[in-house]
């Protein structure tokens, strides 16, 4: 649960600071497509290439590990940094409508 904790942390102040417009928080969810990306590939690329001490791995593009378990996580991570822009939009806006001054008739 920790692990997702930071994600949406991350995420909920850069939508705070950020996200004023759906297409700045589509931009920001496709960076958060594109971070996954990056880690799915580092991940890859620091699996060992002989078999180790992974008792569930297997061999994959000539890497020992296990991508469905990589993407699952990735998935669930990239869920919560959506999820914190959006919190974050909603409080940046929340905030907005707090200090906008009532109009009296």
Not at 5 to 30: E, Q
Request: proline share 6%.
């Amino acid at each position: 649960m920790l692990l997702f904790a930071l994600p949406v942390a991350v995420s909920a102040v850069v939508g705070f600071f950020l996200v004023s417009t759906p297409r700045r928080y589509g931009i920001l969810v496709g960076l958060g497509v594109a971070a996954a990306v990056v880690l799915l590939v580092v991940s890859y690329l620091v699996a060992p290439t002989s078999p180790g001490g992974c008792s569930d791995c297997g061999e994959y593009f000539g890497r020992w590990w296990e991508p469905a378990l990589t993407v699952f996580f990735l998935v669930l991570l990239l869920v919560a940094w959506a999820v914190g822009l959006a919190v974050g939009a909603g409080l940046r806006e929340y905030s907005a409508s707090r200090r906008k001054p009532i109009a009296h008739e």
